[in-house]
């Protein structure tokens, strides 16, 4: 039996360790539970309607998304996670005769997107600061930029993002898995109304504490939205099912409980960047919800044999980095109480 040569060839991604009896700070899951919206449209939902297909186009959800984000609802694409409407942009936006780009430290299922659906691309290198260098984008093919940065913390202005609108012939995705948590910058969401190339790509998985129920969305104009649906339709009519749809969209109408442990999660970051600098420690300012540190592999596996898991990438700019996700104030203060007896 031959599978495919790409089956056979290709490198996936890889996701950080699910392990039982450790504290993860290491795949930047929200260690708050979701919106009690959410927990009551859980418990209260039909299970009676299970047996009926769910809506394709989740016209629930994205009218929900529609009034939180300020848009129309026919500006709104939904999806399986924000890992799936990024690979059914990569599809839907880019072509195989012109290459994309992104940068070279970012979101590493980028390259796995561009390699599945034989998307050439070229990577952009940091600047040393590990900064974007947007006068080293072209944006005329197509470009992908996390917003902010994964797994550097960094953010762009977006101001920024409107000048790399104003350059891009194809389509310009930011990715904003982690816009919530930021100080520095703010949503591009704005300027999908005045740029056609722009596409903002969010998810449920971060502050809205719901990685385990698999939701993101897309924010763009209709040519963009209508490009998604047709690759969504010759993929999967159903990618958001009755429960996940009936959760989000009450967690999205739950502003004050949203903007209430985002609050929580930033206050608990600064403390610990504090303290790990009063220790001497080179971290980077943070726009996210995690912590990009000092620290070589070993260190990592010192942490995990304390039963914590941080997160360590073995590639080119980073391996002396450790990407350390926020946690609770207790779940931080053991983390704290553990470098010190480690380092």
Do not use: W
């Amino acid at each position: 039996m031959n599978v495919s040569k790409k089956a056979a060839s290709i490198v996936p991604y890889t996701a950080g360790e699910q392990a039982e009896g450790y504290i993860k700070l290491n795949t930047n899951e929200n260690p708050y539970p979701p919106s009690p919206r959410a927990a009551e449209a859980l418990r209260g939902f039909d299970v009676d309607k299970l047996r009926l297909y769910p809506s394709p186009d989740s016209a629930g959800l994205r009218a929900a998304i529609a009034k939180a984000e300020g848009v129309d609802a026919d500006n709104i694409f939904v999806g399986n996670g924000s890992d799936e409407v990024l690979a059914l942009a990569f599809a839907a936006l880019f072509d195989a005769d012109e290459p994309i780009e992104f940068a070279d430290v970012t979101y590493s299922f980028y390259p796995v997107f561009a390699r599945l659906f034989d998307i050439p691309y070229n990577t952009v290198p940091l600047n040393d600061d590990f900064s974007l260098p947007f006068d080293k984008f072209n944006f005329y093919n197509g470009a992908v930029i996390a917003n902010p940065n994964a797994p550097t913390s960094l953010s762009v202005p977006v101001d920024a993002l409107r000048a790399a609108a104003e350059r891009s012939r194809k389509a310009l995705i930011v990715d904003e898995a982690y816009i919530d948590f930021a100080d520095r910058t703010e949503s591009a969401v704005r300027l999908t109304s005045e740029y056609d190339t722009l596409a903002v790509v969010k998810t449920f998985s971060k502050s809205y504490g719901l990685a385990g129920i698999r939701c993101g969305y897309m924010i763009a104009g209709r040519k963009i939205i209508d490009a998604m649906r047709a690759i969504k339709d010759s993929f999967n009519s159903y990618p958001v099912d009755r429960v996940c749809e009936a959760v989000c969209a009450a967690a999205v109408s739950d502003r004050e409980y949203l903007k209430d442990k985002i609050q929580k999660v930033k206050n608990t970051r600064s403390r610990v960047i504090s303290e790990l600098r009063a220790r001497g420690v080179a971290v980077f300012d943070s726009d996210a919800n995690f912590i990009f540190m000092e620290g070589d592999k070993s260190l990592y596996e010192k942490f995990k044999s304390q039963n914590i898991l941080v997160r360590h990438f073995d590639k080119p700019r980073i391996s002396d980095k450790l990407r350390v996700s926020v946690g609770t104030d207790a779940q931080m203060d053991e983390f704290l109480r553990v470098f010190d007896k480690i380092r």
